[in-house]
């Protein structure tokens, strides 16, 4: 039906003693009309239609966009949190954290300094890598976040950091050894270590991908350390583990002992318990995890 045919069908009512009612009177039963003649029309049914389909995508949006400035802020306190803690100096690594239900990725630019950055500063990319909001160029490591996020849907969030001690095992192609129980927990096995190769590539990517495989912790030869996990705390606390234990094993050595790897069955255990039940929980939490 054309709007001109729609509005033909609302027609002013005579009423009988129209000219006797009040003015008021009048235009309320003019109103009832109107209304009634909309709601048994089908362009009003297909206007109320439209304007539900409308008014869902336009909350979808808003919720969209309230769930990437969280993430966003959520990237920039990790971001400063591994310059705080030493993992990293200066723009050194990245960040990256996907919001599942829009597929949206919010990840630190490139040669961006920490202590300057702010919220306006993350940038937001979909899966393929590709800018959909903010104003710099993404880190150049965008493939291998975008990569890992796309093919581990167990995972929510990467971190790339240059933790110093995890950078001397880098620097000699070593595997790190779970000699911790932190560590344990956090990561489950032994971090092993790719061989070197050029990164901000697909291939790279795909490189750290294999190395990785079902793990949260690879160290990227002579460059540093990629972890994961299902949110940015988790991501950021493997991240945390590997470089004590780091740490542990190269005060170890420099003391004359030989530092022992945790048993594979007892870092898988631990790692378990950390991924099921470590969570804050109140005093009046029965579990006692």
Request: hydrophobic fraction near 45%; include cysteine; glycine fraction near 6%.
């Given at each position: 039906?054309?709007?001109?045919?729609?509005?033909?069908?609302?027609?002013?009512?005579?009423?009988?003693?129209?000219?006797?009612?009040?003015?008021?009177?009048?235009?309320?039963?003019?109103?009832?009309?109107?209304?009634?003649?909309?709601?048994?029309?089908?362009?009003?049914?297909?206007?109320?239609?439209?304007?539900?389909?409308?008014?869902?995508?336009?909350?979808?949006?808003?919720?969209?966009?309230?769930?990437?400035?969280?993430?966003?802020?959520?990237?920039?306190?990790?971001?400063?949190?591994?310059?705080?803690?030493?993992?990293?100096?200066?723009?050194?690594?990245?960040?990256?954290?996907?919001?599942?239900?829009?597929?949206?990725?919010?990840?630190?630019?490139?040669?961006?300094?920490?202590s300057?950055?702010?919220?306006?500063?993350?940038?937001?990319?979909?899966?393929?890598?590709?800018?959909?909001?903010?104003?710099?160029?993404?880190?150049?490591?965008?493939?291998?976040?975008?990569?890992?996020?796309?093919?581990?849907?167990?995972?929510?969030?990467?971190?790339?950091?240059?933790?110093?001690?995890?950078?001397?095992?880098?620097?000699?192609?070593?595997?790190?050894?779970?000699?911790?129980?932190?560590?344990?927990?956090?990561?489950?096995?032994?971090?092993?270590?790719?061989?070197?190769?050029?990164?901000?590539?697909?291939?790279?990517a795909?490189?750290m991908?294999?190395?990785l495989?079902?793990?949260?912790?690879?160290?990227?030869g002579?460059?540093?350390?990629?972890?994961?996990?299902?949110d940015?705390?988790?991501?950021?606390?493997?991240?945390?583990?590997?470089?004590d234990?780091?740490?542990?094993?190269?005060?170890?050595?420099?003391?004359?002992?030989t530092?022992?790897?945790?048993?594979?069955?007892?870092?898988?255990?631990?790692?378990?318990?950390?991924?099921?039940?470590y969570?804050?929980?109140?005093?009046?939490?029965?579990?006692?995890?």
């Open positions: 039906m054309s709007r001109q045919k729609f509005w033909r069908q609302i027609r002013l009512p005579r009423f009988a003693g129209e000219a006797n009612l009040p003015d008021k009177t009048y235009g309320q039963e003019l109103s009832c009309h109107i209304v009634l003649t909309l709601a048994h029309s089908p362009v009003f049914s297909v206007c109320l239609r439209e304007l539900r389909v409308w008014a869902k995508a336009l909350a979808a949006r808003i919720i969209c966009r309230m769930a990437m400035r969280e993430l966003k802020q959520e990237v920039l306190r990790y971001a400063r949190q591994m310059m705080f803690d030493g993992l990293a100096r200066g723009s050194q690594g990245n960040v990256s954290a996907i919001d599942r239900a829009s597929g949206l990725i919010a990840i630190t630019p490139s040669a961006a300094d920490y300057s950055m702010t919220e306006d500063d993350i940038v937001v990319v979909n899966a393929a890598g590709d800018v959909v909001e903010g104003r710099w160029k993404p880190t150049i490591e965008t493939p291998l976040h975008t990569l890992v996020l796309r093919r581990r849907p167990d995972v929510g969030a990467v971190v790339h950091c240059h933790a110093p001690h995890v950078s001397g095992f880098a620097a000699a192609l070593q595997p790190i050894p779970l000699v911790l129980a932190e560590a344990a927990a956090c990561v489950g096995h032994e971090v092993p270590c790719a061989p070197f190769m050029p990164s901000g590539t697909a291939e790279f795909a490189l991908l294999d190395v495989g079902r793990g949260n912790a690879a160290v990227m002579q460059h540093g350390l990629l972890t994961c996990g299902a940015l705390r988790r991501a950021y606390a493997a991240a945390v583990a590997v470089e234990s780091a740490r542990a094993c190269i005060h170890a050595r420099s003391l004359g002992f530092p022992q790897p945790l048993p594979p069955q007892v870092c898988a255990e631990l790692h378990q318990w950390w991924r099921v039940a969570r804050r929980k109140g005093i009046a939490s029965s579990d006692s995890a």
